[in-house]
Every structure is written in structure tokens, then in C-alpha cells.
């Protein structure tokens, strides 16, 4: 089965600064790679996604890198803020089915 | 337009009880997904049900079931609980075709099994 795994499970920023935030992914048939964000007591909520044709793709505040020739995925977020501590994953999708890492958790020091 | 709604919030079961949970997909959404997520841990794929019928299932065993109603909604039904079976279940509606960022996810009901 798939396995998608993040480097470092926390990650502490300064406010103002920018995150990056990394995952690994075994799947090589993956076509289609997808970045959540989790606040307590929430669901998963989306953030960007990327299909596997592309390597970068921009958000508003938010990059996402994609390196199929390590299985590499990464998220940026510039100018971090309060709000954007939670949990993040990063997830694969293959058939109809969704596999989540086991998520960073990302806290802002104001 | 309203969102994932998911009852109850928090549940305390007893291993060996069965319990049930419910989840009202966002409107126009006819497909929905069930996730098991336990502490510390990214949401593991239990089944999706669209229209009505079970469309693909993870590794979970046949004591997880779940049902789809004609307006979308739909049931996780779990038998013979188990300590293990303690975690945040997640359910997540959404539409074919519309990609991730059309997938909705609730807030999750939490079971604690005891």
C-alpha cells in the first residue's frame, strides 16, 4: 500500500517568518498530492493541491513543491502567522481513496 | 450552503457496545467518505459511499459498516468496539469530478471506548 511520511513531526517559527513544512511519499503512481490543515477539535481543511505533471504551484500565501525524482513534497507558507498554527498534512490520492502522513505541527512563537 | 455536520461530537462506549455514527453531507455533495484518526496520527480511509452503495473500502475489518441514505447522509456503524477502536472519525462529503479542493471534511465525532 501507499506510505506518506513527513521528515519532522514539529516545527516551531517565528511570526513573520516563513515555514517549510516537507513529506515524503512511496507511491510513484501517484498522480495527485494534496495539503491540509488541521486546527484543534476541526476537521482536515484544504490548502493546495498539485497534480504530479507539475512541480510547483502558488497559492495565496502558500507554495507548494512537488520533486518526483526523491518522492518529495513541500509546503511554504510566507509570512507566517498566529493563525496558521495547526497540524499539517500532506496526502495522496490514488483511486478514490485519500492517504494522509501523519502530519507537522506548526507552532508561530509571536 | 451548509457544511459536514457530524454527530454526536464525543461518545464514550464500552468495548464489546456497538455505536453509530452520523453525518449530513454538504449540500449538492452525493459522495461520502469515512476516516479513522487516532491521536498524533493522519485520518486512515475506512470506505466511501456513493449513491447508496459502498464505491471502495481501506483496511478495515467488516465490523465497520456504513450506510447511505437517499438524501446523501450517511452512517458508520461499528460492532464489538475495541480500546483501539478509540480515535476521532472523520467524514468528508464531496462530488466526482471536483477534485480536492471540493472535498469537505466535518469536525469529527470523538469515541472514546473504555
Known amino acids: 500500500g501507499e506510505s506518506v511520511g513527513l521528515h519532522l513531526p514539529t516545527l516551531s517559527v517565528q511570526e513573520g517568518d516563513n515555514s517549510i513544512i516537507n513529506c515524503a511519499y512511496s507511491n510513484s503512481a501517484s498522480d495527485y498530492f494534496i495539503w491540509y490543515k488541521q486546527e484543534s477539535g476541526k476537521g482536515p481543511q484544504f490548502i493546495i493541491d498539485?497534480?504530479?505533471?507539475?512541480d510547483k504551484r502558488q497559492g495565496q500565501r502558500v507554495t507548494v513543491l512537488l520533486n518526483k525524482t526523491v518522492k518529495h513534497l513541500s509546503l511554504q507558507i510566507a509570512a507566517t502567522q498566529p493563525g496558521d498554527s495547526a497540524v499539517y498534512f500532506c496526502?495522496?490520492?490514488?483511486?478514490?481513496?485519500?492517504?494522509f502522513g501523519t502530519g507537522t505541527s506548526l507552532t508561530v512563537i509571536p | 450552503e451548509t457544511g459536514v455536520t457530524q454527530s454526536p461530537t464525543h461518545l464514550i462506549k464500552t468495548r464489546g457496545q456497538q455505536v453509530t455514527l452520523r453525518c449530513s453531507s454538504q449540500s449538492g455533495h452525493n459522495t461520502v467518505s469515512w476516516y479513522q484518526q487516532a491521536l498524533g496520527q493522519g485520518p486512515q480511509f475506512i470506505f466511501q459511499y456513493y449513491r447508496e452503495e459502498e464505491n471502495g473500502r481501506g483496511n478495515f475489518p467488516p465490523r465497520f459498516s456504513g450506510l447511505q441514505f437517499p438524501n446523501y447522509s450517511s452512517e458508520l456503524n461499528v460492532n464489538a468496539l475495541e480500546l483501539d477502536d478509540s480515535a476521532l472519525y472523520l467524514c468528508?462529503?464531496?462530488?466526482?469530478?471536483?477534485?480536492?479542493?471540493?472535498?469537505?471534511f466535518g469536525s469529527g465525532t470523538r469515541l472514546t471506548v473504555v
Open positions: 468528508a462529503s464531496s462530488w466526482p469530478g471536483q477534485g480536492a479542493g471540493g472535498y469537505t
Open positions: 498539485i497534480r504530479s505533471n507539475m
Open positions: 496526502a495522496e490520492i490514488s483511486g478514490n481513496q485519500f492517504y
